[in-house]
């Protein structure tokens, strides 16, 4: 099993639509939560950080369940320019240097 | 810019040959990150540096792959004798600190082992 779970998809959403990526991590120690954006053929860029009382920024929203080591995304009213793929990362220790990435989930928004 | 910058941006070796990835980070970042990734997959950590110490090398694949940041700053990454397995982009990230700040990453360098 991998340390860091996500459905891969495709999401082929409208524009408009929300959706919604969960996350799964498997190490209990895990101290530090990202959601980073991956366009094609270019490098991963923060799109935000997951604190234990869940975060929103503009359209986006960051949820993190300690409980059950998972976390979530979601994404309302979603651009065209939205299409990218997510990119779930956990900090598996104490010291965060051993950061772990999940594979990915693919999102495409059509007109 | 100020981000982190990778280079060559594209290599293309021969079996067999070594190669050398530079990788320069955000100045005055202590923390650095080495992943590879391969087609549709997430990157794979690779090893971890504060400062001029390498203090995670648990994910380097094998005795090929080396990598060093003698002054702290800039740092390299080398695979000697390559082999096609190794074809990947290889992403260099940097942190300001050592606690749950975020990495910024560089372009990668997009290796092909012909």
């Known amino acids: 099993r991998k340390e860091v779970e996500q459905d891969p998809g495709p999401f082929n959403v409208p524009e408009g639509a929300t959706v919604a990526f969960n996350c799964t991590y498997s190490?209990?120690?895990?101290?530090?939560f990202f959601w980073y954006r991956q366009d094609c053929r270019k490098e991963p860029k923060l799109l935000m950080s997951?604190?234990?009382s869940g975060n929103e920024d503009g359209r986006f929203t960051a949820q993190l369940n300690r409980a059950s080591q998972y976390i979530s995304l979601l994404i309302r009213d979603s651009k065209l320019s939205d299409s990218a793929t997510y990119l779930c990362?956990?900090?598996?220790?104490?010291?965060?240097?051993?950061?772990?990435f999940g594979a990915g989930t693919r999102l495409t928004v059509k007109p | 810019g100020a981000g982190v910058s990778q280079s060559p941006r594209y290599k293309v070796a021969k079996r067999g040959q070594d190669v050398a990835l530079r990788c320069d980070p955000i100045?005055?970042?202590?923390?650095l990150f080495w992943y590879q990734q391969a087609l549709g997959q997430g990157p794979e950590f690779l090893t971890y540096?504060?400062?001029?110490?390498?203090?995670?090398k648990s994910g380097l694949p094998s005795d090929r792959f080396f990598a060093e940041r003698p002054e702290g700053s800039v740092s390299t990454l080398k695979i000697q004798r390559t082999q096609q397995e190794d074809s990947a982009v290889y992403l260099c990230?940097?942190?300001?600190?050592?606690?749950?700040?975020?990495?910024?990453f560089g372009d990668g360098t997009r290796l092909s082992i012909l």
């Open positions: 990230a940097s942190r300001v600190g050592t606690g749950d700040e975020p990495q910024h």
């Open positions: 190490n209990s120690a895990s101290q530090s």
């Open positions: 997951v604190y234990s």
């Open positions: 990362v956990v900090g598996a220790t104490y010291n965060n240097n051993d950061m772990r």
């Open positions: 100045s005055g970042h202590v923390s």
């Open positions: 540096f504060q400062n001029e110490a390498q203090l995670d």
